[in-house]
Protein backbone atom coordinates (compact mmCIF):
# COMPACT_ATOMS: atom_id res chain seq x y z
CA UNK A 1 0.00 0.00 0.00
CA UNK A 2 1.07 3.57 -0.83
CA UNK A 3 2.64 5.53 1.92
CA UNK A 4 0.99 9.59 2.68
CA UNK A 5 2.52 11.95 5.25
CA UNK A 6 -0.64 13.10 7.45
CA UNK A 7 -0.61 16.53 5.65
CA UNK A 8 -0.73 14.80 2.07
CA UNK A 9 -3.46 12.22 3.32
CA UNK A 10 -5.77 15.55 4.42
CA UNK A 11 -4.95 17.52 1.08
CA UNK A 12 -5.77 14.26 -1.05
CA UNK A 13 -9.23 13.53 0.90
CA UNK A 14 -9.82 17.22 0.63
CA UNK A 15 -9.52 16.76 -3.24
CA UNK A 16 -11.07 13.67 -3.70
CA UNK A 17 -14.38 14.65 -2.18
CA UNK A 18 -14.42 17.91 -4.14
CA UNK A 19 -14.41 16.23 -7.08
CA UNK A 20 -17.53 14.08 -6.22
CA UNK A 21 -19.41 16.34 -4.28
CA UNK A 22 -19.68 20.38 -6.20
CA UNK A 23 -21.67 21.24 -3.16
CA UNK A 24 -18.31 21.03 -0.65
CA UNK A 25 -16.06 24.67 -0.57
CA UNK A 26 -13.11 25.31 1.16
CA UNK A 27 -12.50 28.37 2.57
CA UNK A 28 -9.90 29.18 5.38
CA UNK A 29 -7.11 32.12 5.91
CA UNK A 30 -3.99 31.12 4.04
CA UNK A 31 -6.11 28.40 1.96
CA UNK A 32 -4.67 29.50 -1.71
CA UNK A 33 -1.27 30.20 0.26
CA UNK A 34 1.67 28.53 -1.29
CA UNK A 35 1.81 27.46 2.16
CA UNK A 36 -0.92 26.38 2.08
CA UNK A 37 -2.04 25.49 5.48
CA UNK A 38 0.72 23.00 6.22
CA UNK A 39 0.59 21.83 2.87
CA UNK A 40 -3.11 20.24 3.32
CA UNK A 41 -5.03 23.04 0.96
CA UNK A 42 -2.60 23.49 -1.81
CA UNK A 43 -3.81 20.69 -4.55
CA UNK A 44 -7.25 21.81 -4.17
CA UNK A 45 -6.34 25.70 -4.68
CA UNK A 46 -4.78 25.02 -7.52
CA UNK A 47 -7.67 22.01 -8.95
CA UNK A 48 -10.97 23.84 -8.08
CA UNK A 49 -9.42 27.69 -8.00
CA UNK A 50 -11.22 30.97 -5.95
CA UNK A 51 -14.87 29.87 -6.96
CA UNK A 52 -14.77 26.48 -4.49
CA UNK A 53 -11.43 27.59 -2.32
CA UNK A 54 -12.08 30.64 -0.70
CA UNK A 55 -9.28 32.78 1.37
CA UNK A 56 -10.98 34.86 4.12
CA UNK A 57 -9.72 37.87 6.38
CA UNK A 58 -9.96 37.24 9.89
CA UNK A 59 -13.43 37.01 10.42
CA UNK A 60 -13.92 33.82 12.29
CA UNK A 61 -17.07 35.08 13.59
CA UNK A 62 -18.95 36.14 10.93
CA UNK A 63 -17.53 33.09 8.93
CA UNK A 64 -18.69 30.67 11.13
CA UNK A 65 -21.91 32.15 10.97
CA UNK A 66 -21.93 32.55 6.86
CA UNK A 67 -20.64 28.05 6.95
CA UNK A 68 -23.87 27.34 9.10
CA UNK A 69 -26.20 29.53 6.69
CA UNK A 70 -24.54 27.81 3.64
CA UNK A 71 -24.93 24.22 5.17
CA UNK A 72 -28.51 24.84 6.23
CA UNK A 73 -28.85 25.82 1.85
CA UNK A 74 -27.76 22.83 0.68
CA UNK A 75 -23.84 23.43 0.67
CA UNK A 76 -21.08 21.58 2.79
CA UNK A 77 -18.57 24.58 3.76
CA UNK A 78 -14.77 23.04 4.46
CA UNK A 79 -13.34 25.74 7.03
CA UNK A 80 -10.12 26.09 7.98
CA UNK A 81 -8.32 27.80 10.98
CA UNK A 82 -4.57 28.03 10.95
CA UNK A 83 -4.64 27.44 15.09
CA UNK A 84 -7.79 26.33 16.34
CA UNK A 85 -7.23 29.11 19.05
CA UNK A 86 -8.83 31.54 16.60
CA UNK A 87 -11.95 28.90 16.80
CA UNK A 88 -12.70 30.66 20.19
CA UNK A 89 -13.87 33.56 17.89
CA UNK A 90 -16.12 31.30 16.49
CA UNK A 91 -18.05 29.37 19.23
CA UNK A 92 -21.31 30.73 18.98
CA UNK A 93 -21.73 29.65 14.87
CA UNK A 94 -20.44 26.58 16.14
CA UNK A 95 -21.67 25.86 19.69
CA UNK A 96 -25.05 27.93 19.53
CA UNK A 97 -25.87 27.24 15.87
CA UNK A 98 -24.22 24.10 14.08
CA UNK A 99 -24.30 21.74 17.34
CA UNK A 100 -28.09 22.22 18.18
CA UNK A 101 -29.77 22.76 14.61
CA UNK A 102 -30.92 19.24 14.20
CA UNK A 103 -32.25 19.40 17.94
CA UNK A 104 -34.29 22.71 17.37
CA UNK A 105 -35.67 21.85 14.36
CA UNK A 106 -36.84 18.50 15.19
CA UNK A 107 -34.35 16.22 13.63
CA UNK A 108 -35.33 17.36 10.17
CA UNK A 109 -32.13 18.21 8.88
CA UNK A 110 -28.54 19.09 10.13
CA UNK A 111 -25.74 21.49 8.95
CA UNK A 112 -22.96 19.56 7.56
CA UNK A 113 -20.43 22.10 8.04
CA UNK A 114 -16.95 21.04 8.70
CA UNK A 115 -14.23 22.73 10.36
CA UNK A 116 -10.28 22.45 10.97
CA UNK A 117 -8.51 23.50 13.36
CA UNK A 118 -4.50 23.46 14.25
CA UNK A 119 -3.04 22.96 17.18
CA UNK A 120 0.24 21.86 18.52
CA UNK A 121 3.65 23.08 20.14
CA UNK A 122 6.58 23.75 18.61
CA UNK A 123 8.78 27.09 18.58
CA UNK A 124 7.48 28.70 21.67
CA UNK A 125 4.20 30.21 20.53
CA UNK A 126 3.10 31.43 23.58
CA UNK A 127 -0.40 30.82 25.55
CA UNK A 128 -2.77 31.85 23.24
CA UNK A 129 -1.46 29.75 20.22
CA UNK A 130 -0.85 26.47 21.86
CA UNK A 131 -3.57 25.48 23.36
CA UNK A 132 -5.85 21.99 22.54
CA UNK A 133 -9.29 22.57 22.28
CA UNK A 134 -10.70 19.11 21.35
CA UNK A 135 -12.27 19.11 25.22
CA UNK A 136 -13.95 21.96 24.77
CA UNK A 137 -15.87 21.37 21.74
CA UNK A 138 -16.41 17.43 23.15
CA UNK A 139 -18.48 18.59 25.90
CA UNK A 140 -21.49 20.20 23.56
CA UNK A 141 -24.06 17.66 22.23
CA UNK A 142 -24.75 17.90 18.32
CA UNK A 143 -21.19 18.15 17.83
CA UNK A 144 -18.86 15.17 16.27
CA UNK A 145 -14.86 16.03 17.17
CA UNK A 146 -12.17 14.03 16.38
CA UNK A 147 -8.21 13.90 16.87
CA UNK A 148 -6.28 11.97 14.04
CA UNK A 149 -3.60 10.61 15.15
CA UNK A 150 -2.17 8.37 11.67
CA UNK A 151 -2.17 9.47 7.84
CA UNK A 152 -4.53 7.18 7.06
CA UNK A 153 -7.09 8.55 10.11
CA UNK A 154 -6.69 11.81 8.76
CA UNK A 155 -8.25 10.99 5.46
CA UNK A 156 -10.76 8.48 6.73
CA UNK A 157 -12.40 10.81 9.13
CA UNK A 158 -12.08 13.82 7.08
CA UNK A 159 -13.81 11.70 4.06
CA UNK A 160 -16.54 10.18 6.57
CA UNK A 161 -16.90 13.96 7.81
CA UNK A 162 -17.57 15.67 4.28
CA UNK A 163 -20.35 12.69 3.36
CA UNK A 164 -21.79 12.94 6.87
CA UNK A 165 -24.68 15.22 7.73
CA UNK A 166 -23.83 16.27 11.19
CA UNK A 167 -21.48 19.28 12.05
CA UNK A 168 -17.76 18.31 12.85
CA UNK A 169 -15.04 19.80 14.61
CA UNK A 170 -11.48 17.91 13.42
CA UNK A 171 -8.28 18.79 15.82
CA UNK A 172 -4.94 18.43 14.29
CA UNK A 173 -2.05 18.11 15.98
CA UNK A 174 1.16 19.89 14.01
CA UNK A 175 3.33 17.42 15.28
CA UNK A 176 1.94 14.96 13.28
CA UNK A 177 2.02 16.49 9.97
CA UNK A 178 5.30 15.01 9.01
CA UNK A 179 4.24 11.65 9.79
CA UNK A 180 3.85 8.90 7.47
CA UNK A 181 1.92 6.01 7.19
CA UNK A 182 -0.50 3.61 4.92
CA UNK A 183 -2.95 5.24 3.28
CA UNK A 184 -5.68 3.60 0.40
CA UNK A 185 -6.04 5.57 -2.63
CA UNK A 186 -9.66 4.72 -2.44
CA UNK A 187 -12.30 7.11 -1.16
CA UNK A 188 -13.22 5.38 2.15
CA UNK A 189 -14.51 6.15 5.60
CA UNK A 190 -13.16 5.99 9.71
CA UNK A 191 -16.13 5.99 11.64
CA UNK A 192 -16.67 8.42 14.47
CA UNK A 193 -17.15 6.61 17.70
CA UNK A 194 -15.01 3.99 16.57
CA UNK A 195 -11.55 3.79 18.36
CA UNK A 196 -8.73 1.88 17.45
CA UNK A 197 -5.82 -0.39 19.05
CA UNK A 198 -2.59 0.65 18.06
CA UNK A 199 -0.22 -2.12 19.96
CA UNK A 200 -1.78 -4.86 21.79
CA UNK A 201 -0.47 -5.52 25.29
CA UNK A 202 -1.64 -7.53 28.73
CA UNK A 203 -0.04 -5.16 31.49
CA UNK A 204 -0.82 -1.78 31.64
CA UNK A 205 -3.64 0.05 29.08
CA UNK A 206 -2.27 3.77 27.30
CA UNK A 207 -5.85 5.44 26.13
CA UNK A 208 -4.23 8.09 24.16
CA UNK A 209 -5.78 11.21 21.52
CA UNK A 210 -3.93 13.26 18.72
CA UNK A 211 0.15 13.41 19.38
CA UNK A 212 -0.40 11.63 22.82
CA UNK A 213 -0.84 8.35 20.14
CA UNK A 214 2.30 8.41 18.48
CA UNK A 215 4.45 9.06 21.81
CA UNK A 216 2.47 5.94 23.38
CA UNK A 217 3.75 3.98 20.80
CA UNK A 218 7.29 4.95 21.47
CA UNK A 219 6.59 4.66 25.51
CA UNK A 220 5.27 0.74 25.16
CA UNK A 221 8.31 0.00 22.11
CA UNK A 222 10.25 1.30 25.29
CA UNK A 223 8.61 -0.31 27.76
CA UNK A 224 9.02 -3.73 26.00
CA UNK A 225 12.52 -3.43 26.13
CA UNK A 226 11.82 -3.75 30.40
CA UNK A 227 9.43 -6.26 30.11
CA UNK A 228 5.93 -4.66 30.15
CA UNK A 229 3.58 -5.20 27.77
CA UNK A 230 1.22 -1.69 27.20
CA UNK A 231 -1.43 -1.55 25.35
CA UNK A 232 -2.17 1.64 23.30
CA UNK A 233 -5.52 2.70 22.41
CA UNK A 234 -6.03 5.65 19.90
CA UNK A 235 -9.57 7.03 20.90
CA UNK A 236 -9.86 8.53 17.42
CA UNK A 237 -13.01 10.79 18.32
CA UNK A 238 -13.56 12.56 21.48
CA UNK A 239 -17.79 12.80 20.82
CA UNK A 240 -18.55 10.14 20.42
CA UNK A 241 -16.73 8.52 22.57
CA UNK A 242 -15.59 4.64 22.36
CA UNK A 243 -16.52 3.51 25.77
CA UNK A 244 -16.29 -0.06 24.91
CA UNK A 245 -12.96 -0.07 23.96
CA UNK A 246 -11.68 1.49 26.80
CA UNK A 247 -13.60 -1.15 29.15
CA UNK A 248 -12.28 -4.46 27.28
CA UNK A 249 -8.62 -3.16 27.36
CA UNK A 250 -8.93 -2.26 31.30
CA UNK A 251 -10.71 -5.58 31.52
CA UNK A 252 -7.49 -7.26 29.97
CA UNK A 253 -5.11 -5.20 31.71
CA UNK A 254 -6.40 -3.39 35.15
CA UNK A 255 -4.34 -0.40 34.84
CA UNK A 256 -4.46 2.66 33.33
CA UNK A 257 -3.20 5.60 31.85
CA UNK A 258 -4.33 8.44 29.87
CA UNK A 259 -2.58 10.52 27.77
CA UNK A 260 -3.76 13.34 26.28
CA UNK A 261 -2.42 17.06 25.00
CA UNK A 262 -5.01 19.34 26.69
CA UNK A 263 -5.32 19.97 30.60
CA UNK A 264 -6.49 17.49 32.82
CA UNK A 265 -9.05 19.05 34.54
CA UNK A 266 -12.53 18.54 33.19
CA UNK A 267 -10.55 16.70 29.87
CA UNK A 268 -10.21 13.91 28.18
CA UNK A 269 -8.57 11.66 30.60
CA UNK A 270 -11.25 13.08 32.92
CA UNK A 271 -13.73 11.69 31.11
CA UNK A 272 -12.47 7.93 30.12
CA UNK A 273 -11.40 7.16 34.30
CA UNK A 274 -15.28 8.34 34.78
CA UNK A 275 -16.58 5.73 32.52
CA UNK A 276 -14.13 2.92 33.96
CA UNK A 277 -14.94 4.03 37.40
CA UNK A 278 -18.59 3.69 37.11
CA UNK A 279 -18.92 1.22 34.70
CA UNK A 280 -15.83 -1.24 35.79
CA UNK A 281 -14.72 0.08 39.21
CA UNK A 282 -13.76 -3.77 40.36
CA UNK A 283 -11.52 -4.14 37.34
CA UNK A 284 -8.80 -1.73 38.10
CA UNK A 285 -6.03 -3.08 40.37
CA UNK A 286 -4.29 0.54 40.65
CA UNK A 287 -5.48 4.42 40.42
CA UNK A 288 -5.86 5.55 37.50
CA UNK A 289 -2.73 7.87 36.12
CA UNK A 290 -3.27 10.88 33.58
CA UNK A 291 -0.60 12.64 31.49
CA UNK A 292 -1.12 16.20 30.71
CA UNK A 293 0.75 19.35 30.50
CA UNK A 294 0.46 21.40 33.65
CA UNK A 295 -2.65 23.46 35.23
CA UNK A 296 -1.03 26.60 33.37
CA UNK A 297 -1.35 28.37 30.33
CA UNK A 298 1.83 27.23 27.51
CA UNK A 299 4.61 29.42 27.83
CA UNK A 300 6.62 31.35 25.06
CA UNK A 301 10.31 29.94 25.76
CA UNK A 302 11.20 26.70 23.61
CA UNK A 303 12.90 25.13 26.15
CA UNK A 304 9.99 25.78 28.76
CA UNK A 305 7.65 24.45 26.28
CA UNK A 306 9.32 21.89 25.52
CA UNK A 307 9.30 20.86 29.29
CA UNK A 308 5.69 21.72 29.42
CA UNK A 309 4.37 19.39 27.18
CA UNK A 310 4.02 15.61 28.39
CA UNK A 311 5.96 12.82 25.92
CA UNK A 312 6.96 9.46 25.67
CA UNK A 313 8.89 9.92 29.12
CA UNK A 314 6.21 10.93 31.12
CA UNK A 315 3.43 7.83 29.69
CA UNK A 316 6.52 5.15 30.41
CA UNK A 317 7.19 6.23 33.70
CA UNK A 318 3.51 6.34 34.77
CA UNK A 319 2.72 2.75 33.27
CA UNK A 320 5.80 1.84 35.60
CA UNK A 321 4.46 3.69 38.92
CA UNK A 322 0.86 2.12 38.16
CA UNK A 323 2.52 -1.24 37.75
CA UNK A 324 4.61 -0.60 41.33
CA UNK A 325 7.59 -1.37 39.51
CA UNK A 326 10.29 1.17 41.07
CA UNK A 327 11.95 1.30 37.97
CA UNK A 328 13.27 4.57 35.90
CA UNK A 329 13.09 4.94 31.95
CA UNK A 330 14.41 7.68 29.78
CA UNK A 331 12.57 7.52 26.28
CA UNK A 332 14.78 9.37 23.55
CA UNK A 333 13.23 12.64 22.62
CA UNK A 334 11.03 12.23 18.88
CA UNK A 335 13.06 14.43 16.59
CA UNK A 336 10.07 14.62 14.50
CA UNK A 337 7.95 16.48 16.58
CA UNK A 338 10.97 18.56 17.56
CA UNK A 339 11.72 19.50 14.09
CA UNK A 340 8.51 21.39 13.37
CA UNK A 341 9.53 25.14 12.89
CA UNK A 342 6.51 26.29 11.19
CA UNK A 343 5.36 27.48 8.42
CA UNK A 344 2.50 29.38 10.44
Same mark, same amino acid.
Given at each position: MRVLKYSEAIAEATVQCMAADPSILLAGQCVDDAKGIYGTTVSAARRFGPAR???? +??????????? /????????? +?????????????AMDGIFNLAAKWRYMYGGRSGVPVVMRG??? %???????? %????LHTVFGHFPGLRVATPASPADAKGLLVSALRGDNPVVLIENRGLYESVGEVPEELYEVPFGKGR?????????? /?? /??????????????????????????????? +???????? $????????????? $???ARYGVGAEVAAVVAEQMPSALRAPVRRIAPPDCPAPVSWPLEEAYNPDATDIAQACLAVLRSGQDILVKQDELARDFVGPY
Open positions: VIDI +PNCETAFAGMA /VGAASRGLR +PLVTYTRDDFMFLVVG %HGWGQGAT %HSQSIVRAGDDVTI /VA /VSLMVREAERAAMALAEQGVSAEVVDLRSIR +PLDEEIVL $TSVAKTGRLVIAD $TTW
